[in-house]
């Protein structure tokens, strides 16, 4: 059962909310939910106290907790103890035993990194970039977020580890140089089962220095996603913005390969790069045949896919055959093909196979029209931001 099923949620789950943060303390807590208020001691300073509205603790209760999760709103209580003590909102309220969070007193804010039985954790490590992706769904930034990684280091450890998978994310991970392989070890200590996607553009990898200790890390489970968007170099580098940015990423593919790290291709598919589909996918099977998943993925309408809207948008039943080609292609060169994102009614039958219910649990929706439709159990369905625009020819299938 997921985490939606669990908490009786339907929709887009909120993955922090801005709510009234009280106590002494003035520095960012990163902490372990636990809902029990007789957690040993030396657990307490990393364990945040979840209490149900009607639920009444001393202070001497609660005071060696990191934090304190109240299920109301704040309604005139004092805040008792010496504990950090956050009033949780309705979106938050579904917050449970053994999810990580960060309360943070100086924004009155509480983001929520880690759910325990969601399939899709992943952590934001910098919203810095070299890259300016002309779809991308997360702008970079430009100011100083090197305090994330710090607090990155104290989330790892009180994640589960039987975590299946978890994700980094950006900005692109690789501009922390150390920062980076700092999280990879982290994981690899706390969470040695637990398969590590980081999704990079790869550039970084042309200095093989950084490829050797990325691998010097040792951690199995690490797989770099590394996205390719044309075999014209031209029209890869006008996607990201960056001159020379397919040589350096095409080198640094080499480069993560030829020291054993695991790969993943992942093509965004988009107005700007849906019709040398079938060429990309012919220079991928020639080029870089290490690659272990090869994802074909849909456009999240939000960032700069939205601002560039009408030079990046194309509704996908109009690329079905460059996709079915693409995808015959580098299926039987032999790789795994996964088609993300897309809507199981506007695929082509034979592609059904390759779709994968692949968008975040917490950013899912599904439109109106897919009420009565017999598959979408196992649809993709949209991105909550695809409300700006989809297809129109979303029709439900009847069994
Ligand atoms: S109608 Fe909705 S649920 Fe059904 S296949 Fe289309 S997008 Fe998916």
């Not at 509480?110 to 325990?116: A, C, I, N, P, T």
């Not at 969470?191 to 590590?196: A, R, S």
Request: aromatic share 8%.
């Amino acid at each position: 059962m997921g985490v939606l099923e669990r908490v009786g949620l339907a929709g887009p789950v909120a993955l922090w909310a801005r709510t009234e943060v009280t106590g002494p303390v003035s520095r960012v807590v990163v902490a372990r939910v636990t809902r029990d208020a007789h957690t040993h001691s030396h657990l307490r300073p990393t364990s945040a106290l979840l209490l149900e509205a009607e639920d009444r603790a001393t202070a001497s209760e609660t005071d060696s907790f990191a934090a304190v999760l109240v299920k109301a709103d704040r309604h005139g209580e004092t805040t008792v103890g010496e504990s950090l003590r956050a009033y949780l909102p309705n979106e938050l309220r579904y917050l449970e035993e053994d999810d990580v969070v960060r309360v943070d007193p100086l924004r009155n804010r509480v983001d929520v990194l880690y759910r325990r039985w969601s399939e899709h954790n992943s952590l934001l490590v910098t919203e810095r970039c070299n890259s300016r992706c002309v779809m991308c769904s997360q702008p970079p930034v430009l100011r100083d977020d090197g305090y994330l990684v710090p607090e990155l280091l104290q989330a790892i450890p009180l994640m589960s580890p039987e975590t299946r998978e978890l994700g980094f994310t950006g900005g692109e991970p690789t501009l922390l140089f150390d920062g980076l392989l700092q999280l990879i070890r982290a994981a690899r200590d706390a969470l040695p089962d637990t398969q590590l996607h980081i999704l990079s553009n790869g550039r970084l990898f042309v200095y093989q220095k950084y490829a050797n200790r990325i691998a010097a890390a040792r951690h199995p489970g690490v797989v770099f996603g590394i996205p390719i968007y044309s075999d014209i170099p031209r029209q890869h580098d006008f996607v990201v913005q960056a001159k020379g940015a397919f040589d350096q990423t095409i080198r640094g593919l080499l480069n993560l390969a030829r020291y054993g790290i695991r790969v993943e291709i992942r093509v965004v598919v988009h107005d700007q790069t849906y019709q040398r589909l079938p060429e990309l996918a012919s220079f991928i099977a020639r080029h870089l045949g290490f690659a272990e998943h090869i994802a074909l993925m849909g456009l999240e309408t939000v960032g700069y896919a939205k601002t560039n809207l009408d030079a990046v948008w194309i509704d996908p039943a109009d690329y079905q055959q460059e996709l079915l080609m693409a995808t015959r292609c580098l299926d039987r060169a032999g790789f795994r093909v996964s088609i993300y994102n897309h809507q199981l009614c506007l695929l082509d039958r034979e592609l059904w196979k390759f779709a994968v219910q692949s968008i975040s649990d917490w950013k899912n929706i599904y439109m109106p029209e897919c009420a009565p439709c017999a598959v979408r159990s196992a649809c993709a369905g949209f991105f909550a931001a695809g409300r700006l625009r989809y297809s129109n020819r979303i029709r439900p299938i009847i069994a």
